[in-house]
């Protein structure tokens, strides 16, 4: 199928825009982004299962219900009406299969309808993307971090290369386990996440736990068994366990990130996706920083999480590189690397 | 004089005991709170000597130790003349950068044998001497362990440093490598890790699926 779509001339009298729907994991976001960066809308409905992690197909449902809804709001946020639109992005991967399938829908849907053009996004990419776009930064070593990533990165050679990750759960995916596990409950306002930071500043007393970094790359398993174990033996409050837990983690990724840094000789460093927000994190990365005389940049919170802006945003990147993704291509990549993907629009 | 900053330690070139030599110091982290600091410094200058040590009794060329001062996380060492293999690879004939990387495999094959891994293989820790003699430095992050899947990690971190590092020529690189590293260890031994470092790259992480 080929795909219609309006020539650049004959909307040349008003701003171009790009819609972003984002679905990977438990948030349903959608992003409206001009062509020229500036943000017109990002909001986005949560899914907050009743216990436990996030089952893929009932947070698919849950996308499914609210989709019209948060396009909705999205549209009226910008001011703006679906005729406005010049380009449909969607989160293509990685992600979780059924959210994914999801977002995939509602975005080939639309841009059928509308007659524009559909642009298939890397998940990661945007997170980095994003980051740069809020901070201006230039060409940094990026600090991934999120519930289902942990990926040190940077652009080399016309590809944003991996240079450290995990080597099993991600550094989110840590803290909520840990934090299901002390019966902590998420809010849709507050993030599993967040609550660990908030006991973290009351914990006082550090717990050796297990440090493991191998090479630029890291583990979290051993660290949240040991954690989990210690917790079970009820000696150590739940605030001293999120202190230490966030101690030890964090150095490892700040490890990395300081590796990383040295090796690519870059002078800037990026933190970007969902644990962002950590106060701790930040803090740790900005003392690196100012060790190797390097600027360092945090993505805003509200483009932490993940966003339909981050989004739209990256599909614009794409698509002025004359990069669509025809329908007949658009079937999700649940495991798409970043180091995948042919970044053509840096530099 | 500081001849290396390295994310971790940083190296010094001094005169001591009327020879030239290098400090490995590992310089206490601001941004990591003391305690951590400490034990990650402590563990990791008394680990490293050990398995400088132990990889030169298995006959793999590593710097000589002098000396180890625990109190400041310093240990002094022969000064190795040399270039990083980081830096040569890429200039080398396609002949030589295969010779170079079987030789390199059967390095790492030589460590695995005698239950030694590195823990942090890349070719900027690997000094290739005047005389054409592969050394190897920075033990680390090394472990004294014989499990399949260590081995594998060590192998998986090597692949990824051709890689992120040496794009061009990555696979040709590691094939070299894992060629050199069959011959030390044998076909079977050889053969149960390199199924490991594809099982690693399978967990989820390392591969596209089209």
């Known amino acids: ?347 | 004089m500081l001849v290396k900053k390295g994310a971790e330690a940083s190296l010094f070139l001094e005169d001591w005991q009327e020879r030239q030599v290098i400090m490995k110091r590992r310089l206490p982290k601001k941004y990591r709170l003391l305690k951590v600091d400490e034990r990650i410094r402590t563990y990791r200058t008394i680990h490293e000597s050990q398995l400088l040590h132990s990889a030169k009794e298995a006959g793999v060329p590593t710097p000589t130790i002098f000396l180890i001062n625990l109190t400041d996380s310093n240990i002094i060492m022969e000064y190795v003349q040399g270039t990083e293999v980081k830096r040569v690879l890429h200039n080398l004939p396609t002949e030589s950068r295969y010779a170079l990387n079987v030789h390199i495999g059967k390095l790492i094959g030589q460590l695995h044998k005698n239950r030694i891994v590195h823990g942090d293989l890349t070719t900027s820790n690997m000094i290739l001497t005047t005389s054409g003699e592969v050394v190897l430095i920075d033990f680390g992050l090394g472990e004294k362990t014989s499990q399949v899947e260590l081995r594998a990690v060590d192998l998986h971190l090597m692949k990824r440093a051709f890689q992120s590092t040496h794009f061009l020529y990555a696979k040709e690189s590691f094939d070299a490598v894992m060629k050199g590293y069959f011959m030390v260890v044998g076909e079977e031994t050889g053969k149960k890790v390199l199924d490991k470092v594809i099982e690693i790259e399978k967990r989820g992480r390392y591969i596209s699926e089209r």
């Open chain 1, 1 to 347: 199928m080929v795909i219609g779509w309006r020539p650049l001339h004959e909307q040349d009298s008003k701003q171009q825009i790009s819609l972003g729907i984002e679905t990977t994991a438990d948030d349903f976001g959608v992003g409206l982004v001009g062509f020229d960066g500036e943000i017109l809308s990002n909001v986005f409905d949560v899914f907050v299962p009743e216990k436990g992690g996030i089952h893929p197909r009932e947070a698919a449902r849950h996308h499914a219900k609210v989709a019209q809804k948060v396009i909705s709001r999205a549209f009226d946020e910008a001011g703006k009406t679906l005729k406005d639109v010049s380009i449909i992005s969607f989160s293509q991967g990685p992600g979780l299969g059924p959210c994914l399938r999801t977002g995939a829908t509602a975005a080939r849907a639309l841009a059928a309808y509308l007659k524009i053009p559909l642009v298939g996004v890397n998940h990661c990419v945007a997170h980095i993307e994003i980051g740069k776009l809020a901070t201006d930064a230039q060409d940094p070593v990026t600090l991934y971090v999120s519930g289902g990533n942990t990926i040190v990165s940077a652009f080399d050679a016309g590809r944003y290369r991996v240079f450290g990750e995990t080597l099993d759960i991600a550094i989110g995916n840590c803290l909520d386990v840990f934090a299901r596990r002390a019966g902590l409950r998420r809010e849709p306002s507050l993030p599993l996440g967040a609550l660990v930071e908030k006991l973290a500043k009351q914990g006082k007393e550090l717990i050796e736990l297990p440090y493991s970094v191998k090479g630029m790359d890291l583990s979290f398993s051993g660290l949240l068994t040991a954690t989990e174990r210690i917790l079970e033996t009820g000696k150590f409050s739940v605030e001293d366990l999120c202190f230490s837990l966030q101690e030890v983690a964090f150095s490892m990724l700040a490890e990395i990130t300081e590796r990383a840094l040295a090796h690519t000789e870059k002078r800037e460093i990026l933190l970007t996706g969902g644990v962002a927000a950590n106060e701790r994190l930040q803090e740790m990365l900005a003392v690196i920083a100012q060790d190797h005389d390097s600027r360092f940049c945090v993505v805003p919170k509200q483009y932490a999480l993940d966003n339909g802006a981050m989004i739209a945003w990256t599909g614009i990147l794409a698509y002025l590189q004359g990069l669509i993704t025809p329908i007949e291509k658009s079937m999700v990549r649940l495991k798409w690397r970043l180091d995948d993907v042919e970044a053509s629009w840096v530099r």
